[in-house]
């Protein structure tokens, strides 16, 4: 009998830990059909960050490594500069990228570093329960921010493909959310996008994947995707931010 | 016999580190370690290598992390605050069980402190190089051909017993230039099927992690990495006895510190007073039975250091009451004379005989 559908093989059996509802699930399984399809898998290496995604390595088939919170990029930094020929990706959350690890992603953004990175942006920090992340809404009420997030007092979200796409090492920056079927297909094209951009050597290449934190919104998981289309995609505008890929970003 | 050069220690230190195989150098200025890494900047990129100044001294040790877990060998050097960053990325590395050699040039502290020598990091080395239970390898070398050969050594341990490995340095033997030979050795290979290459379809994926959420499989990892520390204390130890044969008192030292209390032993031996040296090489592991050994023989102990007195508790502990230990040290940069650390054996043996 001919098969129509399998899993893919950069996934492996292990049951994720992921609360219901919860988008992680979706996103590794594009970042796994990818890495399949472009036939590097067996050449990957990835790097776990901390936060809900801490155990990512025992999800994606292919070496891993777990990085200190925030310092995933420097961490392929140093695997892609000891292996220049492997495909290196890391996959963060919002802490971890755009508050503790913020100096790490500038700056590995800034230098064209060759490598890939999943950003998955829920608004919240989920693996400790729901506090203020760099990138929870204006209003928003999380554990820390009790009365909703006050601009004035606690500071502005950071947009990070906005603040990344002004750096000469991006080649490729696009935000994409995963709340339904249409915007999941295009999640995956723009990884997939992004993953050539480094098989290529085309620079650094982010995709900031808009997802849901059902739990830590306190929301049931359909509410939680609409309330993705109705306040995360009006700040977060979905889109390509930065191109490079036809020229790359380093020097003849 | 190898061809001598005129060099600095700094720089000493990273020829040897390329001839023990390193490729890969990260770091962040910060005085007085610079020449390492102008060195490194020099020369990597002729031979294939890689140096990239990091953003931070965390960028930095997190590159080392990356690039060790490739199985390459890989280094950083800093100085004492620059270390204290890497705190974090060293006990990562601790719990990862990657290898790999650190360099602290040290200087006064605490806080930005001062430029000057220092020995005042031995407890942030030997103690508590990062959070968790967990050690590192510490070498102290005295002079700029020890750094050469102690570089050698560290690495092969490192890799040995998949655990970092740090030279303990100070500005003084950073900026020291002497005559130094390269041994003409190639550096030993080591089992790394642990590193991550991708998998080639051929094995299964490898994993580097420091996470076990489970306490039992938490516990058991430790206890298994301090078997291994077992071993290193049983089997790796290093120390220089000098003119301990007839000695009745004991000065204790180390790195830089150490060449000037021989120079002040030579001085009190003249004087008719039967003192020696003992000089740890490797401080951890300390050279804890040797200098236990020797204290039922000693009348009285001396420890002198560039620091408030770090080291003198290991010898306090080693000789566990069997002879009187004091101490003498400055801190802060300001380094003991040869006169003074004289002084201080006469004193120790009640005066000139």
Not at chain 1, 51 to 74: I, L, Q, S
Not at chain 2, 306 to 320: C, F
Request: hydrophobic letters at 40%; charged letters at 20%.
């Amino acid at each position: 009998m001919a098969i129509v559908f399998q899993k893919t093989k950069g996934l492996t059996d292990k049951e994720t830990h992921y609360c219901p509802g919860c988008t992680h699930g979706i996103i590794h399984r594009l970042v796994a059909e990818c890495l399949e399809e472009l036939g590097v898998l067996d050449n990957a290496i990835g790097v776990a960050p901390v936060g809900c995604a801490v155990m990512a390595y025992d999800y994606f088939n292919c070496d891993m490594v777990e990085a200190p919170h925030g310092r995933a990029p420097a961490v392929a930094t140093g695997i892609k500069r000891s292996l220049p020929d492997n495909f290196v990706f890391t996959y963060q959350g919002d802490g971890d990228l755009a508050a503790i690890g913020t100096a790490e992603t500038v700056h590995s953004a800034t230098r064209g570093e060759n490598i890939t990175v999943i950003f998955v942006n829920n608004a919240i920090y989920g693996m400790t329960g729901g506090q203020m992340a760099p990138t929870t809404l204006p209003g928003q009420v999380t554990q820390t921010t009790p009365y909703g997030r006050d601009v004035n007092y606690s500071g502005f979200p950071v947009r990070v493909c906005e603040m990344l796409s002004t750096l000469s090492g991006v080649a490729y920056a696009e935000r994409v959310a995963v709340n339904n079927v249409p915007n999941i297909r295009k999640a995956k094209a723009a990884i997939k996008k992004a993953f050539q951009a480094q098989i290529d050597k085309k620079g650094f290449s982010i995709i900031e994947v808009i997802s849901a934190c059902p739990t830590n919104w306190g929301m049931t998981p359909v509410e939680a995707l609409k309330w993705i289309d109705d306040n995360m995609i009006p700040y977060y505008p979905l889109g390509v931010y930065k191109d490079a890929t036809e020229k790359g970003v380093h020097a003849e | 016999m190898a061809e001598k050069f005129l060099m600095k220690g700094n720089e000493a230190l990273a020829e040897a580190a390329i001839r023990s195989g390193c490729r890969h150098f990260f770091g962040y200025p910060i005085t007085p370690q610079t020449e390492v890494a102008a060195y490194m900047a020099k020369r990597m990129p002729k031979i294939g290598g890689t140096y990239l100044q990091a953003e931070s001294e965390i960028a930095a040790i997190n590159m080392v992390l990356g690039c060790a877990s490739t199985g390459a060998r890989a280094m950083t050097s800093s100085s004492s605050p620059g270390i204290s960053l890497k705190g974090e990325g060293i006990s990562y590395i601790i719990g990862s069980d990657l290898p790999c050699l650190i360099i602290n040039v040290m200087r006064g502290g605490p806080g930005l402190g001062g430029i000057q020598p220092s020995q005042a990091d031995y407890w942030q080395a030997t103690k508590a190089p990062g959070h968790g239970d967990g050690q590192i390898l510490v070498f102290a070398p005295s002079s700029v051909q020890e750094i050469v050969d102690l570089v050698a050594k560290a690495y092969d341990l490192a890799e040995t017993y998949r655990m970092p490995a740090m030279l303990l340095a100070d500005g003084m033997l950073g900026q020291m230039m002497e005559p130094v030979e390269f041994p003409e050795v190639e550096p030993a290979v080591h089992d790394k099927s642990w590193a991550l290459t991708g998998t080639k379809g051929k094995r299964k994926p490898n994993i580097i992690n420091s996470l076990y959420l489970q306490p039992k499989e938490l516990e058991d990892t430790v206890k298994a990495r301090f078997k291994r520390y077992e071993i290193i204390q049983e089997k790796e130890v290093m120390i220089e006895e000098y003119k301990m044969e007839d000695a009745e008192y004991a000065v204790c030292a180390y790195g830089a510190m150490a060449r000037i209390v021989k120079t002040a032993v030579v001085k009190a031996r003249e004087k008719g007073i039967k003192v020696g040296l003992l000089r740890p090489i490797t401080l951890w592991p300390f050279p804890q039975k040797e200098i236990a050994a020797y204290g039922p023989k000693m009348k009285s102990m001396l420890c002198v250091e560039m620091s408030m007195g770090q080291m003198v508790e290991d010898v306090r502990l080693a000789v566990n009451g069997s002879c009187p230990v004091s101490f003498f040290g400055h801190t802060g940069g300001v380094i003991p004379s040869p006169a003074e650390v004289l002084a201080e054996i006469e004193k120790m043996a009640g005066g000139a005989n």
